[in-house]
């Protein structure tokens, strides 16, 4: 299946996390995968063909990383119908901030939601306060069962004729 893996950051661990997830992904040879930060990629360029694998930080009082601050105001303006579409969602924060933990990765996700896309999986997270997991390795734990997800939904999608 054609998997888009798309990040947002600020300071590089969603970057490193998607590059990674990018790397194992292809290194099983299954799928066709692409990487794209979300400061660089179309809100037009949505497919409910490709399978989307979106990892997001947080900033700010629980707001978008900067990188994805475009990307989320062209999708409220253009307010496409995104029926059809599936993604999977791993959220970075730092359980620090008590009040907003993970929340960017969440405005995005609520967005994506509300225009007609559908979240499948696990909502991964990686919390920068617990030392001993990386982002990477949260993420590549999380991954397999958001592949299953998107296979599942796959097989349930009558092929297009
Ligand atoms: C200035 C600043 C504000 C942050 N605000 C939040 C926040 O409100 N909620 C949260 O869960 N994490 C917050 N974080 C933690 C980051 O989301 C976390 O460190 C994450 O791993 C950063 O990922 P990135 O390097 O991809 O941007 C903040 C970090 C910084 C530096």
Not at 1 to 19: D, H, P, R, V
Not at 23 to 48: C, R
Not at 73 to 90: C, K
Request: proline share 4%; aromatic share 10%.
């Amino acid at each position: 299946m054609k998997i888009q893996i798309l990040y947002g950051t600020e300071s590089g661990n969603a970057e490193l996390l998607a590059m990674d997830l990018e790397e194992h992904i292809s290194s099983e040879g299954d799928h066709d995968v692409e990487l794209a930060d979300l400061q660089e990629f179309e809100v037009d360029a949505l497919n409910p063909e490709t399978y989307y694998i979106i990892a997001c930080s947080t900033h700010g009082e629980g707001e978008l990383p900067y990188t994805a601050q475009g990307f989320y105001e062209n999708l409220v303006e253009a307010s496409p119908n995104l029926e059809g579409l599936h993604y999977a969602m791993f959220g970075l924060g730092d359980r620090f901030y008590e009040d907003t933990y993970s929340q960017g990765s969440e405005v995005l996700d609520t967005k994506l939601t509300e225009l007609g896309a559908t979240r499948v999986g696990e909502y991964g997270r990686h919390d920068a306060s617990s030392l001993e997991v990386t982002p990477s390795d949260a993420a590549l734990e999380w991954l397999p069962q958001a592949l299953a997800a998107f296979s599942d939904v796959r097989e349930n999608v009558p092929a297009a004729s």
